[in-house]
């Protein structure tokens, strides 16, 4: 598989403190190591589940549909399956965005977890996520894209994080204690492992030739999380996704 990849910092605006902040240096030049070629032609053939427990390779997320065809896809990690914090995210994502057909064209979203499958019909529920959910309970992937593991809340407030801090913690257990029953309330994924979002644009390396299935990648935006509520705004993710002009 054929790489290139390229990371861009972000500003945000802080809605507790009205002050703006974009990732630091250290984190940029992190975000360059792990998206090095080599450690995305090892990401495209980890396997992750779907909430039937079927399981593929990471690339066939963002793979071409066609031969000589091209696809950008944005992948959020998330955190455990009852972070309150992430459900809130996708839930607002949801709600900016409640229908795959509202992207452009070879276009698409997909959520990746590190929980057990069998949380995910209870995840799509509670967030009401229109799009495809994903996990990686071997949590390879985090790995290899060097994202963090804290549990550190960081001082800047997201624009989609409407609850408290007890009421999120509070609705985490009583989603785990539901799943008493199911043998699945411990498998939600490490309780420290945060995500981010990648933005994967893929086509096929020669698109003459229907017997090469290799793929070129290219990651022109990678945001990992440095805390536990650290993901990219709504705005953000609408504007690289092309539904919105970007922000000054």
């Known amino acids: 598989m054929a790489a290139e ?30 998206l090095s070629a080599s450690v995305l032609a090892d990401a495209a053939r980890v396997s992750v589940l779907d909430a039937e427990g079927r399981e593929r390779q990471f690339e066939d ?90 549990l550190d809340r960081g001082t800047y407030v997201p624009e989609h994080n409407q609850a408290s801090l007890a009421t999120l913690v509070l609705r985490g257990i009583t989603q785990g204690l539901k799943r008493l029953f199911a043998g699945d309330m411990l498998k939600s994924g490490a309780m420290q492992q945060n995500g981010g979002e990648l933005l994967f644009e893929a086509e096929f390396a020669d698109a003459t030739n229907s017997n090469d299935d290799r793929i070129k990648v290219n990651v022109p935006f990678c945001n990992i999380m440095q805390t536990t509520r650290d993901h990219s705004e709504i705005s953000v993710l609408r504007a690289i996704l092309g539904l919105d002009e970007k922000e000054q």
């Open 5 to 34: 990849t390229s990371t861009k910092g972000q500003n945000r605006r802080s809605s507790k403190e009205g002050t703006t902040r974009s990732h630091n240096d250290d984190n940029i030049k992190a975000s360059e190591k792990v």
């Open 61 to 150: 997320i963002y793979k071409p549909f066609d031969i000589g065809g091209k696809k950008r896809t944005l992948i959020i990690f998330v955190r455990h399956f009852f972070c309150g914090n992430c459900q809130e995210y996708i839930s607002a994502l949801a709600s900016s965005i409640p229908s795959p057909s509202l992207l452009p064209p070879d276009t698409s979203v997909a959520i990746v977890g590190c929980g057990a499958p069998s949380l995910i019909a209870m995840y799509t529920d509670v967030t009401h996520c229109p799009f495809p959910i994903y996990t990686d309970p071997s949590s390879r992937l985090y790995s290899l894209f060097g994202m963090t593991r804290t």
